[in-house]
C-alpha cells in the first residue's frame, strides 16, 4: 500500500485549483441511471471513489466514457442488479437504490459496509422509500426492493443525529419519476444536495424548495439527458485553508465557494486566520498568534463532520484548549490517537476532543484510518519537525485528487512511496 512521506515546516504559499465535489458527483452520477439518454458531467474529479462509481454504473449495464474531467454516462439498457462486492465496498454506491427503483420499480443492491466512522445505518433511505410504495426486504447482505409503481407522499426524515445526506438524495431521486408529489421534511441542506437537485432539473425534474429542509418534487413521466458541471469540494478547499493557517503560509484557493464554507471561514477567522475573498478565489493565511476555538459538527450549514478531524489538526498547534464535539459519527476520533504519535495532546470524552494546544510535533509513523482522518494527519506532518510517513494513503486517493501534486505545488516536501 502506498504512503506519503513528508518532511515537514515548509509554510504552503501560491495557489491551487479546487477540484469537483466528490460528494455532490457521486449521486449526479447515479442520477444518470433515471434516463436512457446521454448525460455529460464536468469537473469530475480524479479519485478512486469516482471510478467506483463508473464501474458500478457499468456494471448494471450503462456506457461510462471518462475524457480529462468530463465523465459521459448512457444508461440507455440497465439491470436491476447490482455487483454485490462493488457496492458493498463504497458507502455512497446506496445512491443508486433510488433511480433504479424510479425507472424499473425493482433493485437488487447489497447492503453498503461499515465504516470506521459508526455504524451508518440505512434506516431513513428505506423508511422514505416505503413511504413511496416500495416493498423492502433485506436478505443475505441484499437489499430486495420493487413497487408496482412509485406513488408521492409526504414524509419526514429526521434521525437521530438531523437530516441524512445521501438519503435525502436517494428519496429525491426515487421521487422525480413518482407518480404526484412528494413532501420531504427534514431534509439535507448541504450544497452537495443542491447540485444534484440542479442536475435532476436540467434533466426535466420538478423540484421547489432546494437548498431548504422542506423539498417539495412533482413526479414527471420522464426525464431527459443533461450537462452538467458539478460544484468545487468545499471540504478539500477546506483542507487546504487550513494546511495554508497550519504550516503559516500564505495559499490563494481558486473556485472555492465561501457561500458553502462559512461556518468554517467563521472559525478560521475567530482562530486567528485571515481570510479574504478575490473575486472567484479565497486567500488563506494565519494573521498573527493562533487562538483556541471550540466547535461542534452540525448538519450544513453547520460546521461539517468531514473538516472535524483536520480541524483539530489545525488546534493541537494552537497554544490554550479547544474542546471539538462530534454530533453526527460517534467514533469519528481515529485520527485523534494517531495525532498523539506526533506529540498532540488530546482526550477524549464521550463526544467531545479536549484539546490542550501548542505542544511541539514532531515526525513519526502513523496510519491513516478514514478519508479525512487521513488529511487531518498531512496537515500535521506538514507541520511536525522531521519526517512524518503516512500509511494507507488509499483512503486520501479516494476523495483528494492529487493531493500529493497539490502540496508539493505549494511547496510542501512531501513524496509518494509506492509499494513495490
Ligand atoms: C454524507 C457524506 C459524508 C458526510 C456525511 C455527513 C457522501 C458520499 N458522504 O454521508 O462525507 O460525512 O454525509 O455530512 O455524500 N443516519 C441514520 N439513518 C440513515 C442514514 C443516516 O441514522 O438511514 C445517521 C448517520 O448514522 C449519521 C447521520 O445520520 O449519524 C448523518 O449521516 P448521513 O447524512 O446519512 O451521511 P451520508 O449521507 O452517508
Do not use: W
Not at 410504495?133 to 437489499?143: A, F, L, M, P
Not at 478547499?237 to 504550516?247: D, E, G, Q, S
Not at 465561501?258 to 494565519?286: C, P, Y
Amino acid at each position: 500500500m502506498d504512503s506519503l512521506l513528508i518532511k515537514g515546516g515548509v509554510p504552503l504559499h501560491g495557489d491551487v485549483t479546487i477540484s469537483g465535489a466528490k460528494n455532490a458527483v457521486l449521486p449526479i452520477m447515479a442520477a444518470t441511471l433515471l434516463t436512457a439518454e446521454k448525460c455529460v458531467i464536468r469537473r469530475v474529479p480524479d479519485l478512486s471513489d469516482v471510478k467506483f462509481m463508473g464501474k458500478i454504473l457499468a456494471s448494471l449495464g450503462a456506457e461510462v466514457k471518462a475524457e480529462g474531467d468530463t465523465v459521459t454516462v448512457q444508461a440507455a439498457k440497465i439491470k436491476g442488479v447490482g455487483d454485490y462486492d462493488l457496492i458493498r465496498k463504497m458507502r455512497g454506491s446506496i445512491c443508486i437504490l433510488g433511480p433504479l427503483l424510479a425507472r424499473l420499480h425493482k433493485a437488487k443492491v447489497s447492503l453498503p459496509g461499515g465504516c470506521v466512522i459508526g455504524t451508518r445505518p440505512i434506516d431513513l433511505h428505506l423508511k422514505g422509500l416505503r413511504a413511496l410504495g416500495v416493498g423492502i426486504k433485506v436478505e443475505s447482505g441484499y437489499i430486495l426492493a420493487t413497487a408496482k409503481k412509485l406513488t408521492g407522499a409526504d414524509l419526514f426524515l429526521g434521525g437521530r443525529a438531523g437530516p441524512t445526506v445521501l438519503g435525502t438524495a436517494n428519496i429525491i431521486m426515487a421521487a422525480v419519476l413518482a407518480e404526484g408529489v412528494t413532501l420531504i421534511e427534514s431534509a439535507a441542506c448541504e450544497p452537495e444536495v443542491m447540485d444534484l437537485c440542479n442536475f435532476l432539473t436540467a434533466m426535466g425534474a420538478k423540484i421547489t424548495g432546494v437548498g431548504s429542509p422542506t423539498i417539495t418534487i412533482t413526479g414527471v413521466k420522464e426525464l431527459h439527458g443533461a450537462e452538467h458541471e458539478v460544484i468545487p469540494d468545499r471540504i478539500e478547499a477546506a483542507t487546504y485553508a487550513i494546511a495554508a493557517a497550519a504550516t503559516n503560509g500564505e495559499v490563494t484557493l481558486h473556485g472555492a465557494r465561501a457561500e458553502h464554507m462559512n461556518a468554517v471561514l467563521d472559525k478560521l477567522r475567530e482562530s486567528g486566520v485571515k481570510v479574504e475573498r478575490q473575486g472567484a478565489a479565497l486567500k488563506v493565511r494565519r494573521g498573527g498568534r493562533l487562538k483556541p476555538v471550540d466547535i461542534t459538527t452540525l448538519p450544513y450549514a453547520g460546521f461539517p463532520t468531514d473538516v472535524q478531524a483536520q480541524m483539530m489538526a489545525l488546534m493541537i498547534l494552537t497554544p490554550g484548549i479547544s474542546i471539538i464535539t462530534e454530533r453526527i459519527f460517534e467514533s469519528r476520533f481515529t485520527h485523534a490517537a494517531e495525532l498523539m504519535r506526533l506529540g498532540a495532546d488530546i482526550s477524549i470524552e464521550g463526544p467531545s476532543a479536549i484539546v490542550k494546544g501548542g505542544k511541539p510535533l514532531s515526525g513519526a509513523p502513523v496510519m491513516a484510518s478514514d478519508l479525512r482522518a487521513s488529511a487531518a494527519l498531512v496537515i500535521a506532518g506538514l507541520c511536525a519537525k522531521g519526517a512524518t510517513q503516512v500509511n494507507r494513503i488509499y483512503h486520501l486517493d479516494r476523495g483528494y485528487e492529487k493531493m500529493d501534486d497539490k502540496l508539493k505545488a505549494l511547496g510542501a516536501r512531501i513524496e509518494r512511496v509506492e509499494e513495490t
